[in-house]
């Protein structure tokens, strides 16, 4: 054994020249693969992490003509309990505790809203309630913090203060700071926002508990009081929307949900993205073998002679077999290994982000599996172009090699 | 050496019977031996004669089990070498059987010291004995001041006597040389000559040397001379 790697180690080591050609194809084989698999992944998460999270909500609430727990507006006509344009029941306390437990909703929120009539020139408004703090369902079914045009966002402890949407203001020509009425309530302009086109948008923005006042004084009783009309729900990942939908149905059975249709294509867009990763790993893995196979094959070819003097004075074809795959093999874990460092220092310190136009926090991830499936396939590349040049060097009569100069 | 085959006797080393070689070239079939009959006795020194391309290569690549005759029988110690399996061939020629190139074949990224180890690589030597073994023989043809040189930074005569090495190295029973003084000096070729003959006188050795050119005739037992891929006794 020893004397095997002595030989197949100084055969390398004289042969210089060609021995750099064989140790680079891995290398580039193994950077290669390792490289564009670790960017093919860091993409594929960057997207999945857009993707995952396109059209990921919805809100659910019960129309009027279903009788929950049902409170009448003082002004039926023009005013009431709306979502998504039609006239709606209120939803039972607790309904958004339950939903919040399901396995595929990340979170859920209560929302108020309500329509109400400006006394003074008769148009009517819808204004939202939510909780402000942060939750998710709000962010992506409301409106959240990066939607501001101009002013602040609502805080948790803003009592009194309101937000208006941007179209809303414009047409009534408000600005931050304005003070507004609504119900009779003073309220103070904070912020303006534009969120886009939301399932729960609404022409003005509160505090949920400034929303259960300012829409008790516009029912019959009783107060409007720990209940809601709109259940905000964020689902897990764009994959199960469908389940969580169902889910939230089969717990509130009078409830209908309104959700975007774009998750659908991100959810198949997801899965074909992961087809492609393995489609491409499997290519990848390919050419680095048969990349490797003929810089061995031609290298073998080009050994023949070498080979025939062996089995001339002796070495059986096991002997020459050992000794081809054995270089193959030093070879291969050599070009593997500065394939994988080669791949590292490119991911590392070459600008990919920026050049791939991956907009994505954080630097891009290096995978030890990545690297380290690399590595075993360069080694198996290796072994699998040790093994068939050397049988067909041991197969050949040692009379055709020697006669060939 | 006897043109019958009288098989049987004790001393009897190497017999061939029939021996017919052809080749394929560009679809025609060429023959290059023919009906090569003859068997040789331990101790026996053979030369064999014949113009180039008379087929004498052909016939010791046969006899040292690197190619299968396309007929016939080449027996060495009674055993028929076309019946062999690679395994057991190659194991023939790491014991018994040595052979010395026409045109040296030695390795050339490998230094003389390494190209006459190799014979030895696999047959259980230490790495010291071997290395003792191959620096005395080299010490005693002259290359003690060349054992880490490559081929190509020796003289042909120089690789000559490192691939006489090689083949002596295990002290085979049977030994072909084909050409082996063609392109060394007189002085070189007596040498080396004296050195192929050494084991035969010693040991009891076989050696057929195969030739075109010069080659002292006097020390063999059996001149023998190919014409056309045929086997006839030296005329002279
Ligand atoms: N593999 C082969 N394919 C085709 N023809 C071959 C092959 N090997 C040998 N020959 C032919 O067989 C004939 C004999 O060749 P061989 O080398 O045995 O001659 P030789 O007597 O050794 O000649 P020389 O004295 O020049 O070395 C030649 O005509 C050669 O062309
Ligand atoms: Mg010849």
Redesign the interface.
């Known amino acids: 054994m020893g004397d095997l790697w002595t030989c197949a180690g100084r055969e390398l080591l004289r042969r210089t020249g060609r021995t750099f050609a064989n140790v680079f194809g891995y290398l580039l084989a193994t950077a290669m693969m390792v490289g564009l698999l670790s960017l093919l992944l860091f993409s594929k998460d960057a997207a999945s992490g857009v993707l995952g999270s396109t059209g990921t909500h919805f809100i659910a609430f019960a129309p009027a003509c279903t009788p929950v727990c049902d409170v009448k507006a003082v002004d039926a006509q023009n005013e009431g309990f709306v979502a998504n344009g039609s006239e709606t029941a209120l939803i039972p306390a607790g309904a958004v505790e339950k939903v919040k437990r399901l396995s595929t909703v990340k979170d859920a929120a209560p929302y108020l809203s309500f329509r109400f009539k400006d006394p003074r020139d008769g148009h009517t408004f819808t204004v939202g309630g939510f909780v402000p703090g942060g939750n998710a369902a709000v962010a992506t079914t409301c409106c959240a913090e990066a939607h501001i045009v101009a002013g602040r966002f609502l805080q948790p402890d803003d009592q009194g203060a309101a937000m208006l949407d941007e179209a809303y203001a414009r047409s009534q020509d408000l600005h931050v700071g304005d003070k507004i009425t609504i119900a009779g309530l003073p309220f103070v302009v904070a912020g303006i926002v534009n969120p886009g086109v939301r399932p729960a948008r609404a022409d003005v923005y509160m505090r949920f508990s400034d929303a259960e006042r300012a829409i008790t004084r516009r029912v019959l009783s009783p107060p409007v009081r720990h209940v809601a009309n709109v259940l905000l729900v964020e689902v897990r990942s764009s994959r199960v929307q469908e389940q969580a939908i169902q889910s939230v149905k089969r717990l509130l059975p009078d409830t209908v949900t309104s959700t975007y249709a774009c998750y659908k294509p991100a959810a198949q867009v997801m899965g074909m993205q992961e087809g492609t990763v393995w489609l491409l790993t499997l290519l990848l893995g390919l050419c680095a073998v048969v990349l490797a196979l003929k810089s061995q094959l031609s290298s073998v070819i080009e050994r023949r002679r070498d080979i025939g003097i062996l089995k001339a004075i002796g070495w059986t074809d096991g002997n020459v077999v050992s000794l081809i795959l054995t270089e193959s093999i030093l070879q291969a874990l050599a070009g593997g290994a500065l394939g994988c460092l080669v791949a590292a220092a490119i991911l590392l310190l070459a600008p990919i982000k920026q050049l791939a136009g991956i907009d994505s926090p954080g630097p891009v991830t290096v995978s030890a599996l990545v690297f380290l499936s690399g590595f075993a396939l360069a080694l198996l590349g290796g072994v699998i172009a040790g093994v068939v040049p050397a049988l067909v060097a041991a197969r050949q009569r040692p009379a055709d090699s020697l006669r060939r100069v | 050496m006897r043109i019958d085959s009288e098989a049987g006797t004790n001393c009897l080393l190497l017999e061939c019977r029939d021996l017919r070689k052809t080749f394929v070239v560009k679809r025609q079939e060429i023959c290059v031996l023919e009906s090569i009959t003859f068997s040789v006795n331990r101790g026996e020194i053979v030369v064999l004669t014949g113009k180039s391309g008379a087929g004498k290569s052909t016939l010791l690549?046969i006899l040292?089990g690197?190619?299968?005759p396309t007929s016939g029988s080449a027996i060495f110690e009674g055993r028929p070498l076309e019946s062999m399996t690679?395994?057991a061939l190659?194991?023939l020629?790491?014991?018994d059987i040595?052979?010395v190139?026409q045109?040296f074949?030695?390795?050339?990224?490998?230094t003389a010291f390494?190209n006459v180890e190799?014979?030895l690589?696999?047959t259980g030597l230490s790495?010291s004995a071997r290395r003792q073994k191959v620096v005395a023989l080299l010490e005693a043809l002259g290359l003690g001041a060349r054992l880490d040189n490559l081929p190509a930074e020796l003289s042909v005569g120089e690789q000559q006597r490192v691939a006489v090495a090689?083949t002596l190295i295990?002290a085979p029973k049977l030994l072909l040389a084909d050409e082996p003084t063609g392109d060394v000096d007189p002085e070189t070729a007596q040498e080396i000559i004296a050195r192929l003959v050494a084991p035969v006188k010693e040991t009891g050795a076989t050696l057929i040397v195969a030739t075109h050119g010069i080659f002292p005739q006097e020390i063999a037992d059996t001149v023998f001379q190919m014409k056309d891929g045929r086997l006839a006794p030296a005329t002279e």
């Open positions: 690549g040292a690197l190619d299968r690679n395994e190659a194991w020629r790491r014991r040595g052979i190139f045109s074949n030695l390795l050339p990224s490998w390494e190799a014979a690589m696999h790495k090689r295990h």
